[in-house]
């Protein structure tokens, strides 16, 4: 098996597309350094990170959402690479499959990798193959600048720290006050596919 499909390898392994209604789970060719995060009600309610980066979505799933004060540090989970088409999906995945539940784009929006080594911009798949990157989102909800470290040596828990700019605001809760869809207008409960 080639590179190009080992990306999306673990995406395809847990689910069948054509009952949950996902995008199948095709490598890019492009890279628009896209981002969303999905409210998703599984097992627990959570909100997923995507991240467009090297012909996938870099994905992480982020237990009490993004926050925009600088005094909070977020758990964020790495989870396995999605399909860039994964990046608008909104609908309720079926009972019997995995991540079953609704699936909400509660933002979208753009990033610029500002992550520096030696005074240059390093590679963002180094980066964050390297356990540590910083990105300047411009989403509908979420702006400025946001740091992301690995805390432990197999990759899966990492933390996601707003950066003392301008976009923070410790009195802001927009995962509370903001709980709309971005491409519906619809709340996470009225998520039925």
């Not at 689910?15 to 209604?21: D, E």
């Not at 396995?80 to 608008?88: A, K, L, M």
């Not at 019997?96 to 909400?104: H, I, M, S, T």
Request: net charge negative.
């Amino acid at each position: 098996m080639g590179k190009e499909n080992d990306d999306l390898k673990k995406y395809k392994e847990k689910r069948n597309t054509n009952k949950s209604g996902e995008p199948e789970g095709k490598k890019s060719k492009s890279n628009k350094n896209r981002f969303s995060f999905q409210k998703h009600d599984a097992q627990n309610l959570h909100y997923d990170f995507r991240l467009e980066c090297d012909g996938v979505l870099k994905s992480w799933a982020i237990p009490k959402g993004p926050s925009t004060d600088t005094s909070e540090k977020r758990l964020a989970i790495r989870t396995e690479d999605h399909p860039v088409d994964y990046i608008h999906f909104e609908g309720k995945i079926p009972e019997d499959e995995y991540g079953a539940g609704p699936v909400l784009l509660w933002d979208k929006g753009t990033y610029k990798n500002i992550t520096e080594k030696d005074d240059e911009i390093k590679d963002l798949k180094k980066a964050i193959d390297d356990g540590h990157f910083l990105v300047d989102l411009d989403g509908e909800k979420i702006k400025g600048g946001y740091a992301f470290t690995r805390t432990d040596k197999d990759e899966g828990q990492w933390l996601m720290v707003k950066m003392d700019d301008d976009k923070a605001d410790a009195r802001r809760n927009p995962t509370s006050t903001e709980p709309e869809s971005v491409k519906s207008g619809k709340k996470i409960e009225d998520i039925d596919n």
